[in-house]
Nanobody
């Protein structure tokens, strides 16, 4: 089970921290990602940490977002700074087994076919 929290309404330039609490997963065995979807747009992987603990980011968020995980608590985080209106979306936590070296471009397709998803948390920047 994956449960996201931390979304909300924030002004441009503001910050939010999203959390994804996971149960029933061994974190070290999974690539873990934050995927967002805005109305009328396709899902976009914005940040991931793979099963080798390497982090990768979409170009649109590089330098503003930071993904991290706490394996003692089984929680995935997304620290979002300098938020822009275009960051407005539903943000989902997603896990894919293995997937060391997976890129942000490839993650959504892999997760759609084989992954696990949370219910999402809404982020609105306005």
């Amino acid at each position: 089970q994956l449960v996201e929290s931390g979304g909300g309404l924030v002004q441009p330039g503001g910050s939010l921290r999203l959390s994804c609490a996971a149960s029933g997963f061994t974190f070290s065995s999974y690539a873990m990602s934050w995927v967002r979807q805005a109305p009328g747009k396709e899902r976009e992987c914005v940040a991931l940490v793979d099963s080798g603990d390497a982090t990768r980011y979409a170009a649109s968020v590089t330098g503003r977002f930071t993904v991290s995980k706490d394996i003692t608590k089984n929680v995935l985080y997304l620290e979002m700074n300098s938020l822009k209106p275009e960051d407005t979306a539903m943000y989902f936590c997603s896990l894919v087994y293995g997937a060391r070296g997976i890129t942000v471009a490839a993650f959504v397709a892999r997760a759609t076919a084989f992954g696990h998803w949370g219910q999402g948390t809404q982020v609105t920047v306005s």
